[in-house]
């Protein structure tokens, strides 16, 4: 008798079929709940989105909930109030009104210079008038600076950058100025008249009034506890002039040692 062929056993699902079923299941229970929560109760929004406000004072630049904000809540209907919201985060919480403009930031910062300029002015113009250096030392302020003027009769012998001996209590008194009253950068200029050199040391005016303010740099540094890295010296020659050449009382004026000392709101 023959032999009937045994048939296979069916065989099992792919394993991955069920991750999918599963899948497809969860997939559902989610639309589902989205579908159940479109409709908000919209007291119950406000509830939360205040106790968020209060908690958080995220909503401090515009109002004090998302459905009474000037931006958010009800719509497009609100943006008509676009530029009321614009213009109220241009105010600090004190309710001064920040600048708008880089003008305006900028003569703010100009102005602030100058005052801090004009208060370190009044300071030295006191210590000037204490040591009876008034007709000896001439005061300047810019936003930058305070600056003190120094003939140049006063400091040398003429085409020489040696200090004279009479100059020194003067300097000294400086000094004393300087370490007192600078925050900054101090900035000793030389400066002479528009007539040639001849027969001197220096070959011409350019070399005279660096030199003169490298001698009042070393005597500065050396009688002083400033910081020589705070403390700049150049000459400028003839460039720079401050009344006519042409006249003997111009000359006078050009040749100078200006000492500028910077305020603490400066770029220096």
Same mark, same amino acid.
């Given at each position: 008798?023959a032999? $009937?062929?045994?048939?296979?056993?069916?065989k099992p699902?792919?394993?991955? *079929?069920?991750?999918?079923?599963?899948?497809?299941? !969860?997939? !559902?229970?989610?639309?589902?709940?989205?579908?159940?929560m479109?409709?908000?109760?919209?007291?119950?929004?406000?509830?939360?989105?205040a106790?968020?406000?209060?908690?958080?004072?995220?909503?401090?630049?515009g109002?004090?909930?998302?459905?009474? #904000?000037?931006?958010?809540?009800?719509? &497009?209907?609100?943006?008509n109030?676009?530029?009321? =919201? *614009?213009?109220?985060?241009?105010? +600090?919480?004190?309710g001064?009104?920040?600048?708008?403009?880089?003008?305006?930031?900028?003569a703010?910062?100009?102005?602030?210079?100058?005052e801090?300029?004009?208060?370190?002015a009044e $300071?030295?113009?006191?210590?000037?008038?204490e040591e009876?250096?008034?007709?000896?030392?001439?005061?300047?302020?810019?936003?930058?600076y305070?600056?003190?003027?120094l003939?140049?009769?006063? !400091?040398f012998?003429?085409?020489?950058t040696v200090?004279?001996?009479?100059? !020194?209590?003067?300097?000294?008194k400086? #000094?004393? *100025?300087?370490? /007192?009253?600078?925050?900054?950068?101090?900035?000793?200029?030389?400066?002479?008249?528009?007539?040639?050199?001849? #027969? +001197?040391?220096?070959?011409? @005016?350019?070399?005279l009034?660096?030199?003169?303010s490298?001698? &009042?740099?070393? =005597?500065?540094i050396?009688h002083?506890?400033?910081?020589?890295?705070?403390?700049k010296?150049?000459?400028?020659?003839?460039? *720079?002039?401050?009344?006519?050449?042409?006249?003997?009382e111009? /000359?006078a004026m @050009? /040749?100078r040692?200006?000492? /500028?000392?910077?305020?603490?709101?400066?770029?220096?």
């Amino acid at each position: 008798m023959a032999r $009937k062929k045994q048939e296979d056993p069916p065989k099992p699902a792919a394993a991955w *079929m069920n991750t999918f079923a599963d899948l497809m299941n !969860l997939l !559902l229970c989610f639309f589902v709940l989205l579908f159940s929560m479109s409709t908000v109760d919209a007291q119950k929004f406000e509830q939360v989105a205040a106790s968020f406000a209060q908690s958080f004072s995220i909503f401090t630049a515009g109002a004090s909930a998302i459905g009474d #904000g000037i931006l958010v809540s009800n719509g &497009v209907s609100q943006l008509n109030e676009l530029d009321q =919201y *614009m213009n109220s985060t241009g105010k +600090a919480s004190d309710g001064d009104i920040v600048p708008e403009t880089l003008a305006e930031a900028e003569a703010q910062v100009e102005q602030a210079k100058i005052e801090e300029s004009e208060e370190l002015a009044e $300071k030295v113009e006191e210590s000037i008038q204490e040591e009876s250096l008034d007709g000896v030392i001439d005061i300047d302020i810019t936003s930058q600076y305070v600056q003190l003027t120094l003939q140049g009769s006063l !400091l040398f012998d003429s085409g020489s950058t040696v200090l004279k001996e009479e100059s !020194l209590p003067v300097l000294d008194k400086i #000094g004393v *100025m300087l370490e /007192r009253y600078s925050e900054g950068t101090i900035e000793i200029e030389g400066h002479t008249d528009n007539v040639p050199m001849s #027969g +001197a040391k220096y070959s011409n @005016n350019d070399e005279l009034s660096g030199g003169r303010s490298l001698s &009042v740099f070393n =005597y500065l540094i050396d009688h002083t506890n400033l910081d020589p890295s705070m403390v700049k010296h150049s000459g400028r020659g003839e460039y *720079m002039p401050i009344a006519d050449n042409s006249t003997a009382e111009g /000359r006078a004026m @050009n /040749r100078r040692v200006e000492i /500028r000392i910077y305020n603490s709101l400066s770029s220096y």
